[in-house]
């Protein structure tokens, strides 16, 4: 059964704090990305990966930084976290015809 | 402007049809999909089109698509309770083999017993 994996359903940050968001897939996918859904806004695109250690900016990376060390695992990394980025995050495993998500980490910054 | 633009909201009663609409602005997107999500989940992959075909049925689900005018819908027939959720058109770019998604906003389906 297909599956991707966020470590966290919930998390609750403070203002600054460096946080780390991680996503595991287990269908031996090249492509991995990270989105976030804001009401309203739909899901934006963060970043995305190819493949081990190449990454690409999406829509909407400024604040963000990302880490693909193995492929079946792809981090999304807030370097000093902002209310702003209250949000509920989404990762998402690739082939050609289907993208598999995660079941999402909604990410709450005071 | 947006690269897919949908409704966000469509009311129906039980029983009823419903069709949700999108357009897109990438004419060389290989394949278009929908996804569905249900409250406090992820997204499911409902179904995807070709871009070489007009029109693909699934069961309850329809998808009809106008290449020319880069219009995609989603029928639902005999719309049940259970498929009230948000549902996001998307389309690939760069061929979805190495590529990325592009989403709308979302359309939330609203069924009225």
């Known amino acids: 059964d297909v599956k991707v994996t966020q470590s966290s359903r919930y998390l609750v940050k403070r203002t600054g704090e460096k946080v780390f968001l991680e996503c595991v897939q287990d269908?031996?996918?090249?492509?991995m990305f990270w989105y976030r859904q804001d009401p309203g806004l739909g899901l934006r695109l963060i970043y995305f990966s190819y493949d081990v250690k190449m990454k690409e900016k999406g829509d909407i990376p400024e604040g963000y930084s990302v880490s693909r060390e193995k492929k079946e695992r792809f981090s999304l990394i807030l370097e000093s976290a902002s209310t702003n980025q209250t949000s509920m995050y989404l990762c998402?495993?690739?082939?050609?015809?289907?993208?598999?998500f995660g079941q999402g980490t909604r990410l709450t910054v005071v | 402007g947006e690269d897919v633009e949908q409704s966000l909201f469509l009311s129906v009663r039980e029983g009823d049809s419903s069709v949700i609409n999108c357009t897109y602005t990438d004419s060389s997107s290989t394949y278009l999909y929908w996804y569905k999500q249900e409250p406090g989940a992820g997204l499911q992959l409902l179904t995807y089109i070709f871009s070489n075909m007009d029109m693909k049925q699934d069961q309850r689900l329809t998808v009809l698509l106008n290449k020319k005018d880069k219009h995609l819908s989603l029928r639902i027939a005999d719309t049940q309770t259970g498929d009230s959720a948000i549902y996001f058109c998307a389309e690939s770019r760069y061929g979805g083999s190495q590529g990325n998604l592009i989403f709308g906003k979302g359309t939330k389906l609203s069924v009225k017993p």
């Open positions: 998402a495993s690739m082939r050609v015809t289907e993208a598999f």
């Open positions: 269908m031996d996918h090249e492509n």
